[in-house]
């Protein structure tokens, strides 16, 4: 399974991105789906995450009523949709695959990774 980041950007405090993860190589739905950040000097750190259908999902609580998870299955494509964007958001993205029925929040679980997607807020 290959993924792909996009829509990663320069955004002011309080603005919003959507960041699209785009995969190929795989049956897209044998998959949950998550997003992680890592920032500078920081440990990477989950984000979100989604099941097959995207109707079970799961936040961190530092984004929790921020960020919203979704995915296209027809496109196979996962998003993320960020609104209300702190500085302390500031931190590569990443789109994790997860080969399994059930909403894992730590990345060792997840068996494929992108390249990331850079995501700067600025105060």
């Known amino acids: 399974v290959q993924l792909v980041e996009s829509g990663g950007g320069l955004v002011q405090a309080g603005g919003s991105l959507r960041l699209t993860c785009a995969a190929s190589?795989?049956?897209?739905?044998?998959?949950?789906m998550g997003w992680f950040r890592q920032a500078p000097g920081k440990d990477r750190e989950f984000v979100a995450a989604?099941?097959?259908?995207?109707?079970?999902?799961h936040y961190a609580d530092s984004v929790k009523g921020r960020f919203t998870i979704s995915r296209d299955n027809a496109k196979n494509t996962v998003y993320l949709q960020m609104n209300s964007l702190k500085p302390e958001d500031t931190a590569i993205y990443y789109c994790?695959?997860?080969?399994?029925?059930?909403?894992?929040?730590?990345?060792?679980?997840?068996?494929?990774w992108g390249q990331g997607t850079q995501v700067t807020v600025s105060s």
């Open positions: 190589g795989g049956s897209f739905e044998d998959y949950a």
């Open positions: 994790a695959a997860d080969y399994s029925v059930v909403v894992n929040t730590a990345g060792q679980e997840y068996d494929y």
């Open positions: 989604c099941n097959w259908s995207g109707g079970l999902t």
